[in-house]
């Protein structure tokens, strides 16, 4: 099958997704809960890094379903952070890895008698029909549920610390804000994620639920700059690009480009205040709620920059 794992013990937790950003840092959540840790890792693709640390790799593709039967063998849980919506290889798309990979993946998990599927889902996906990438998510949450495999469903904000989003204009005392500067939705640092989809492999009360993850309360991109600026010592600006003028160049491009027109309609439905997390029940199975400026201290932290205190 592939190079047996030398990390962790007891049952085995299957890692979809795991060489990427988020999928990685699962992994050395779940190897620092001792857990024994495996990776689907397709063909192509370099898998050193899990090696390193004692994951074991089964190659395989979520494209096809006998490598997935493969992979289950002797798995008691699984998580999934894979995605084909920012594409990681020609023909990754919505309706491949997001829908029939996904799908593929569930069939397998049923078949194997997995006993936890763990899915990373979107905030509030199921009220974004007009989103196509969010409102996949809410389809396969569906098909989850219906296949009755025991399932969880994390539905995160949006990421801090998986993308440059503010560094670059940071170091010119600067952040940009698309359309408005004042509509408030939620973020949650990329390491809280991870964190909370390798709790979620074995705890009991979160079985059956889609919960809500963020950092304690939704926050504007004037509100982000304030903190910025309190947190360096100096003061940070916020640059509004308008929205008519974002709107219409991504209108033209989206009638070639697909992700495009998916990203149009993602910005616009941040804009109806919709984009927020109930932290609730992340609060009571996975502890105390992060707050929005240790979260942006992480980032800072991590993106080099020295901080007031």
């Known amino acids: ?27 050395k959540a779940l190897l620092a809960r001792n857990k024994r840790v495996r990776a689907l890792v397709r063909q192509g693709t ?29 798995v008691s849980a699984l998580v999934t952070t894979a995605i084909g919506y920012i594409p990681r290889r020609r023909g990754d798309s919505l309706a491949t890895v997001d829908d029939l990979g996904n799908r593929n ?6 078949a194997a008698k997995v006993g936890r599927f763990v899915f990373t889902s979107i905030l509030t996906c199921d009220l974004a029909r007009d989103v196509p990438h969010f409102w ?31 560094s670059r204009g940071l170091k010119k005392g600067r952040i940009t804000s698309i359309g408005s500067a004042t509509a408030r939705w939620t973020y949650i640092h990329i390491d809280d994620v991870a964190r909370c989809l390798a709790l979620a492999v074995d705890e009991p009360r979160a079985v059956g639920r889609r919960i809500d993850l963020g950092a304690d309360r939704p926050v504007s991109t004037q509100e982000i700059a304030a903190l910025f600026s309190r947190l360096l010592g100096r003061d940070t600006k916020v640059r509004t690009i308008p929205w008519p003028l974002v709107s219409g160049a991504a209108g033209l491009i989206g009638l070639v480009n697909p992700m495009i027109r998916d990203v149009r309609a993602m910005l616009e439905y941040f804009f109806t205040g919709k984009y927020v997390a109930d932290t609730a029940v992340q609060a009571e199975l996975f502890g105390e709620v992060p707050t929005i400026e240790d979260s942006l201290r992480r980032y800072l932290k991590a993106a080099g920059f020295t901080l007031s205190s």
Not at 1 to 27: C, D, F, I, W
Not at 47 to 59: D, F, M, T
Not at 105 to 110: E, G
């Open 1 to 27: 099958m592939s190079q047996q794992n030398t990390a962790g013990s007891g049952p085995v937790t299957l890692v979809v997704g795991a060489t990427g950003n988020l999928g990685g840092r699962v992994v």
């Open 46 to 74: 370099d898998p050193s890094r899990l090696e390193a640390q004692g994951v074991e790799i089964v190659r395989g593709d979520m494209l096809d379903p006998a490598s997935l039967d493969r992979a289950m063998e002797g």
């Open 105 to 110: 993946l569930v069939d397998a998990a049923r």
């Open 136 to 166: 996949q998510k809410k389809v396969i949450e569906d098909y989850i549920e219906a296949s009755g495999v025991p399932f969880v469903s994390l539905r995160p904000g949006a990421f801090i610390g998986a993308f440059d989003l503010w």
